[in-house]
C-alpha cells in the first residue's frame, strides 16, 4: 500500500497575518520558514510514508522541500487551500496512490510516532478517511484518505465537522484521532503561548522553537498579553 503525504504550503511573504501584532513580516516569513521545516523531518522520519509532495510556488519552499527528497506540484491556478489538496489528491489518483496523507506546514509539534499512529494498521477493505482535528475541534490538522479522493474536501471553517458529515454522506465513517503535537496549529498569539508553554520544559530542539527563542517570543508575549505564559 502506497501512501503519499502532501504539505500545501502558501507564500512565505505576508503569511500569518494574526501574528503581526507580535512579529514583522520578515519574522513571520521565517518562523513559516522553520515550521515547514519541523513538518518535513517528521515526515521524512516517518517509515510508512513513501512520498513526499509539497505543493507550492514559493521559491524557498521549493528549496527546502526538495532538501527534504519531497516532490514538488505547483499550486493550481484556482487559489485556496481546498483546491490545491484537490489537485494533489487527483494527481495522487492518476499516479496509482493508495492512500493520501495531508498535513499543513503549521503544525510544527507533528512528530514521526503520531504519523505512525495514523498509518499503522490502516489497511481498510474499502473507502476510508482517518481524521486528526484542532484541540478546539474546529479545524483538520491532519486527513488520511484512502483512496485520495475519498470525501470532497472541506478545510476551512469548521472544517472537522464538515469532513465527518461528508464522510458519512457517501456512506463512509471516519476514524477520529485526538494528537496533542498535530492538535495544535500555529496561527494566533494564543497559539504561540501554547507552543511555548509546551515546550518550555522538553529541552527540543525543533526549528521553530529555536527561532522562537531567538528572537525572545516569550518577553514578546508577555508584553503584548500583560502576563506570563498560562
Known sequence: MTTRAIIPVKGFENAKQRLSSLLSSQERRRLCQ???????????ACPLVDEIMV??????????????????????AEAGL??????ASQTAVEAGIDRMLFLPGDVPLVTPDELETILDGFAPLGPALVLVPADDLGGTNCLLAAPPDVVAFQFGIDSFRKHVKAAQGVGVEPTVLKLPGLGLDI?????????????????????TYRYCVAIDVSARLMS???GGLQ
Open 224 to 226: 503584548v498579553t500583560g
Open 34 to 44: 522553520a515550521m515547514v521545516e519541523d513538518v518535513l523531518i517528521a515526515v521524512e
Open 187 to 207: 496561527d494566533t498569539p494564543d497559539d504561540l503561548r501554547r507552543f511555548m508553554d509546551r515546550l518550555a520544559f522538553l529541552g527540543t530542539e525543533s526549528h
Open 82 to 87: 481546498i483546491p490545491a489538496v484537490v489537485f
Open 55 to 76: 505543493i507550492t510556488n514559493d521559491p524557498a519552499a521549493i528549496e527546502m522541500a526538495e532538501g527534504y527528497g519531497a516532490m514538488i506540484l505547483s499550486e493550481p
